[in-house]
């Protein structure tokens, strides 16, 4: 049994619940709703705290993620159980059952998920909070190395701009040089037969 920490989870399509679980009961439910149909439609993490519970949501590409616990429960933990389900839940689902599923039609399947999770979540905070840091530190790297190749790709265009402009100024110093030597022969030409 779940200790009270962590004590329902959902995942929806806009405001389609798909799968859910709970083994406690309360008004957690009904707000966790409420919540939903504020969240904005961008991909997002948001957390929302009342009658001494936190209720953290991951929405991504139309999918939103829930999970309400106890408010002294530690949010990163909460947020890195989002991640996984988010995780889980599109290995299984992803670009196929999802997309057409009616209102808690993945009950069956994926609730003994969210159960497992949870109780995984809550069991081994130590574990899932040092993978939430690993996460993290990857999620920074990616990102540096991003801006990296970015800033890369723009000195390339740079460069490639300043060659075209050598190029066009070589082209034109050589149409000079040719037109003055076209214009001296002319010259010697008229100057020799005068």
Known sequence: MVQQSLIYSFVARGMVILAEHTNFTGNFVEIALQ?????????????YNTDGHTFNYLAH?????CVVGVESFDRHIAMAFLDRIKEDF??????????????KSLNKE???????HMQYCVEHPEEVSKLAKVK???????????????????RQVKIDVLMDKTDNLRDQVLLFFHTQFMNYLLYMYTFTHT
């Open 35 to 47: 919540c939903l149909q504020r969240l904005p439609a961008t991909n997002t993490k948001f957390t």
């Open 90 to 103: 599109t290995k299984r689902y992803g670009g196929g059952k999802a997309a057409t599923a009616t209102s």
């Open 110 to 116: 994926f609730g003994p998920k969210l159960k497992e």
């Open 61 to 65: 590409d139309g999918f939103t993620y």
């Open 136 to 154: 993290a530190q990857v999620s920074q790297v990616q990102d540096v190395m991003l801006e990296n190749i970015d800033q890369v790709l723009n």
